[in-house]
C-alpha cells in the first residue's frame, strides 16, 4: 500500500492550530483533489480542506471538537500506488473561509445589536514552521503533504482492510459529498441527517445559496414531519465560535470587577440633525456613528479609557489612536469587527466605516485585522435594546460603551413636561483601572456631545493637542 499522510495546513491566516468543526468524509470514502475532507475553525471563520492526492480514506485523526496543531497529521490516504504518488502535489487546496451558521438569524440592521464578544484582541499566532530561503525552491522540503516520493509499489487489494495505520474513530457520519454537494454549515447537515432530510433537493435561501435551518423548517412544513425528539432531550456539544465566545465570556465575568453606569440622553436633537445630514444625500447615517465621535473626543480628555489592562504583567497600555469595537450579532455569534483610526474620521466617514466593517463580519468576508486590535467597544440591540443592560466587558479593553433603543418619553423642560426623543447609555467599566468617578465622568461627556451635537465638529486647538478642555 502506498499511503500519503495529509498534515493540517496553514490555511493562509497565520494562525497556529485549528479546531474540526466536521468531517465531510469517512473512513474508506474515495477522494480526489475536488473533494472536501473536513472543515475547520480557525478564529472566527470556518473553511473547507481538500485533499492534494485522490485515494481511500484510511484514517482520521481527530474528532469533531478537537484542537490540532498546523503540521499535525490529519487524514491518512491510500493513493494504491497510482500516478497520484509520485507526483509533486504541491499546496493542499483551501476554500476561501466563509462565516460559521451555527443559527438562524443574524444582524437587525445599521445599529448592529449585539452584547460585547470575548476576544477582539488576541494576537496573530505565529504559524507553526517557516521556510528557510534555501529550501525556498524544493517544494517537498516546505511542504508538509507532499507525498513519498520513491517509486510506487503495485496497486493493494482496496478490499482489504488496511492493517497500519489504525484508523482513529472521528465520531463523523458520513456526509454528503461529490461537486454538486449542497452548501450548508455544519449544524444544518448534523439536523438535515437527523431528519434524513437530502440537502441536495433543497434550494437554499441563505447567501450563496447556502442551505440554512428556514429551509428545513420549510421542508417539515410541507412534508408534515416534525423533528425527532425525546423527554430528556438533545445534548448539543458546544464547538466552534460558540465555544470560543463561551471561553471568554466566562473569562470576563470571573476575573473583571465590573462597573455599571446607566445615563439617559436625550437626543431630540441629534435625530434632528440625523435625519437632516441624511436627507441631503439620501445616505443613512446610523447614530453609531455620532457616539462613535463622540467616544472619540471623550477619549481626549480621559485617554486611560481607550486602555488595556494586563493584570499578570500589571501594565496599562493607552492608545493614541482609537480603535472602535462594533459588536455585531451573526449567524455565528457575537463579533466585533474594528473601525480603525477613528479618530482621524468625520461622522459620514465613521458611519461608511461601520457599515462596511459589520458586513464583513456578517458574511463572513472579515480579515483577521478587522476582528482584532479594538481599544474601545460600542454594543447595541437596535430597537430590542430595552431600558437598560448590563454589557460584559471585552478584555483586555477597560470600557465598553451600551446603547439602548430610542423612545420618545415625558421630559421636563423649562417648567413643563415635552415629549422628548430619549435613549439610555449602559456602559461597564474594568473597577481595576476605572474608578466610578471617572467612568461617570466619561458617560456625562458623552452625554453633553449628543444633546448638543454641534459640539461634535467644533475641534478647537485644545483638542488638536489632546487638551482635557471641552471644545
Keep these: 500500500m502506498s499511503s500519503f499522510t495529509m498534515k493540517l495546513p496553514d490555511v493562509g491566516e497565520g494562525v497556529a492550530e485549528a479546531e474540526i468543526v466536521e468531517w465531510l468524509v469517512a473512513i474508506g470514502d474515495e477522494v480526489t483533489p475536488d473533494s472536501a475532507l473536513v472543515e475547520v475553525l480557525t478564529d472566527k471563520s470556518t473553511v ?52 460559521v451558521a451555527d443559527r438562524p438569524g443574524g444582524g437587525t440592521g445599521e445599529q448592529d445589536p449585539g452584547a460585547g464578544r470575548r476576544g477582539t484582541d488576541a494576537p496573530a499566532a505565529a504559524s507553526a514552521a517557516t521556510s528557510a530561503p534555501d529550501d525556498a525552491a524544493d517544494p517537498a522540503a516546505t511542504d508538509p503533504n507532499t507525498p513519498d516520493g520513491a517509486d510506487p509499489p503495485p496497486a493493494p487489494d482496496r478490499s ?76 448539543e456539544h458546544v464547538r466552534g465560535v460558540r465555544r470560543r465566545i463561551a471561553d471568554r465570556m466566562t473569562a470576563a ?48 480628555e480621559q485617554p486611560a479609557l481607550n486602555a488595556h489592562y494586563d493584570h499578570e504583567a500589571s501594565e496599562l497600555t493607552v492608545f493614541d489612536d482609537v480603535r472602535l469595537g462594533i459588536a455585531t450579532q451573526t449567524d455565528s455569534g457575537l463579533m466585533v469587527p474594528v473601525v480603525r483610526d477613528a479618530e482621524t474620521r468625520h461622522v459620514r466617514d465613521l458611519a461608511a466605516e461601520i457599515a462596511h466593517v459589520t458586513t464583513a463580519a456578517r458574511d463572513g468576508s472579515a480579515s483577521r485585522r478587522q476582528l482584532s486590535g479594538s481599544t474601545i467597544t460600542i454594543t447595541s440591540l437596535g430597537a430590542l435594546g ?34 422628548r426623543r430619549m435613549m439610555n447609555l449602559s456602559s461597564s467599566f474594568d473597577h481595576r483601572m476605572v474608578d466610578g468617578w471617572d467612568a461617570a465622568t466619561f458617560v456625562q461627556r458623552i452625554r453633553r456631545l449628543l444633546e448638543v451635537p454641534a459640539l461634535l465638529f467644533v475641534e478647537s486647538e485644545q483638542d488638536r493637542s489632546g487638551s482635557t478642555r471641552h471644545p
Design 386 to 419: 430595552g431600558i437598560a443592560t448590563t454589557p460584559i466587558l471585552n478584555p483586555p479593553e477597560v470600557a465598553i460603551i451600551g446603547v439602548n433603543k430610542i423612545e420618545v418619553r415625558p421630559t421636563w423642560v423649562e417648567g413643563a413636561a415635552v415629549p
Design 48 to 99: 473547507e480542506i481538500s485533499p492534494p492526492v485522490s485515494g481511500v480514506v484510511v484514517a482520521l485523526h481527530g474528532a469533531p471538537g478537537d484542537v490540532l496543531a498546523v503540521g499535525s497529521e490529519l487524514v491518512e490516504i491510500d493513493t494504491g500506488g497510482g500516478p497520484d504518488s509520485d507526483v509533486d502535489p504541491g499546496d493542499v487546496v483551501v476554500d476561501p473561509p466563509v462565516a
Design 253 to 300: 465575568w470571573t476575573t473583571i470587577p465590573h462597573i455599571t453606569y446607566v445615563e439617559a440622553v436625550d437626543v431630540t436633537e441629534l435625530e434632528r440633525l440625523r435625519r437632516e445630514l441624511g436627507s441631503e444625500d439620501g445616505e443613512h447615517l446610523s447614530i453609531l456613528a455620532f457616539l462613535g465621535r463622540a467616544i472619540v473626543l471623550a477619549c481626549r
Design 160 to 235: 482489504a482492510t488496511p492493517s497500519s495505520p489504525t484508523p482513529v474513530d472521528s465520531g463523523a457520519e458520513e456526509p454528503d459529498d461529490g461537486p454538486d454537494r449542497a452548501l450548508a454549515a455544519p449544524a444544518v447537515r448534523r439536523r438535515a441527517r437527523e431528519l434524513d432530510i437530502d440537502l441536495a433537493t433543497i434550494e437554499g435561501t441563505g447567501p450563496d445559496g447556502r442551505v440554512v435551518h428556514d429551509d428545513l423548517d420549510r421542508v417539515l412544513v410541507g412534508t408534515g414531519a416534525t423533528a425527532p425528539s425525546t423527554d430528556a432531550g438533545r445534548v
